[in-house]
Structures are given as C-alpha cells and as structure tokens.
C-alpha cells in the first residue's frame, strides 16, 4: 500500500463561511460549517479531499416526497470525499504504480490483477469504446500507461468495480457507501439533485446528451459542500451491494451496505442521463465486472 503523502505546497486551503456560496457546508441542523480542501499527493498525481461533518440523511427519497419520511433517515460520521470524479491522470499514474511492482499484466488491452483481493479480477478495459467522443483515454505502451493530450482531467471510464475499489485501497481509502453518497450529493439539505442549487438544467450538469460525452471534472458549480459533477457527467460506483431488501434490515447510523450480493450499486447518473437519474436518491446496480464508457467512481477516507 502507498502512503498517502501531504502536499505541503496546498495542503489546507480554507473556502468561504457561508452556507449559501459555493462551496459553502451546512451540517444537518443548517449550521455553517468552515471546511478545508485537503490536498495529497498520490504517486505523484494529487487528489482534493473535502471533510464532511456527517449528519443525517434521507436515503432515496422520491420526486414526489416534500419532505424526509422517518423510515428512510439514517445518520453519517464524519469522512471525507474527493471533490471531483477520480481522472485519468489519477487513475493512470495508479496503473503505472501497481505495474512496477508486478500487480497487473495487460492482456489484449483488459488490465488484470494478480495478488491480494484483485488476483484475476479485470481493473479496466484500454481499448473500451463507444464513439470517438467516448472511449478509455488511458493506453499502454513501452511498459508505461499514458493519457491522451487534453484527457487528464476528465473521468476515468470504462473501469470496473474492482478498478475503482483496487485504486482506493492502494491509498488507504474506499469507495463511498451509498449512504454516504447520498449524504454528499445532498449537500447537507434536502437537495433533489447534486448541483449548487438542488435544481436541474443543463447550464448546472452534463446529463441528457447535451454534450454527448463527459465533460472535465469541476465544469459546473459544486453542490453546497463543494463537490463537482455528483449528478450527471459519469455515473460513480459505490461501495454496496446491491439488495432490494436491505433498506427493511439498514442500521440507521453508517449502514455498510448487504454482506454479500451480485451487482454493486452505482448512482448519479451520467452525460447520457434522462433527469430522473441523476437524483441524490436514485440508483442503479450492475456486476462488479462491468464497465462502460459513463462509469467512474470518486473515493473517501474515514
């Protein structure tokens, strides 16, 4: 495991006070919170952690649900989330990282593991494709993965569960549950959906094939705690599986998800979204081994 190494040259870098700016927190009672962006160093490439203060949250709550009904509240602990989407540079400069030390091989383009909890599993796909305009950006070449000019800063695609959960743990930390998720993307309020305001168009998210492909991460305002891209852009994996019945047995303070299950859950829809996916309550499942040129992930650290 590498450690994770502080950016001394940004380490905290203190945002505004109020609650109503971007950027701005509220706890769940509707205190402002001051937060500090924390900034690592990850192999080289450095990634943005925003404290959350924890709270409570209404976990899939519909459009047509004015207020949160008391069976769906559940209470979050303090963590912290990465502010955007993890990129290609990241994700990338991970690859390079796990090859040298003999974790990977590279076969026709799929990217598998060889030890510990990836042993076999496929990581992500380099030659996934659906048009031009959407594709992994990532390639291998005289035993370095590189990045396409211009595509370090979007989302990384076309990466499995096990991709997203192998980068996390590499850095000591962890995909979001979904109630975590959830808890982030409503900025601390009651917000429908992950944008700066809770409202929908597409001036505040990629979604509905406006622009038929990701956007760079941080292209639109950030919800109130200052998270990019939570709705639309591309859907993020989480931590859970998937269980239709978990939510009559979740503990209602940090539900960890099912023990066990067939597909891992993902939310927040993506570039290709309809608007009904891209609420903080809604998601979707697939198994861990699927990957598609609109999934991504982003990472916490508790």
């Not at 559940?74 to 974790?103: D, M």
Request: hydrophobic share 35%; net charge negative.
């Amino acid at each position: 495991m590498t450690a994770l190494t502080l950016n001394t040259g940004a380490a905290f870098a203190d945002s505004t006070d109020s609650a109503d700016t971007a950027g701005g927190m509220k706890t769940a009672n509707g205190n402002a919170v001051r937060q500090k962006v924390i900034d690592f160093l990850l192999d080289g490439i450095g990634i943005s952690m925003m404290p959350l203060p924890g709270g409570m949250v209404s976990l899939g709550i519909q459009d047509d649900e004015e207020e949160p009904a008391d069976s769906t509240l559940v209470t979050v602990s303090p963590f912290e989330i990465s502010i955007t989407e993890i990129t290609n540079a990241q994700f990338a400069s991970f690859l390079n990282a796990i090859y040298a030390k003999g974790s990977i091989l590279i076969s026709s383009g799929i990217v598998i593991g060889l030890e510990d909890d990836i042993g076999g599993k496929e990581l992500i796909n380099l030659h996934g494709s659906f048009d031009n305009n959407n594709k992994c950006w990532i390639s291998f070449q005289d035993s370095t993965f590189t990045v396409a000019e211009g595509k370090g800063d979007f989302p990384v695609v076309y990466v499995t569960w096990y991709g997203a959960d192998a980068f996390a743990k590499n850095y000591g930390l962890d995909l979001p549950t979904e109630a975590e998720w959830e808890y982030a993307a409503r900025g601390g309020q009651h917000l429908r959906y992950a944008t700066h305001d809770g409202k929908l168009s597409s001036s505040k998210a990629n979604y509905s094939s406006v622009k038929r492909h990701p956007t760079k991460t941080g292209s639109y305002k950030p919800n109130p705690f200052g998270l990019y891209d939570m709705s639309g852009n591309v859907w993020e994996w989480c931590h859970d599986w998937y269980d239709e019945r978990y939510p009559s047995v979740r503990p209602d303070k940090d539900p960890p998800g099912p023990d066990y299950g067939t597909n891992k859950v993902f939310k927040g829809g993506s570039w290709a979204s309809r608007a009904q996916a891209l609420r903080c309550g809604f998601s979707w499942a697939y198994e861990p081994s699927f990957k598609y040129h609109n999934i991504g992930f982003r990472v916490v650290r508790r």
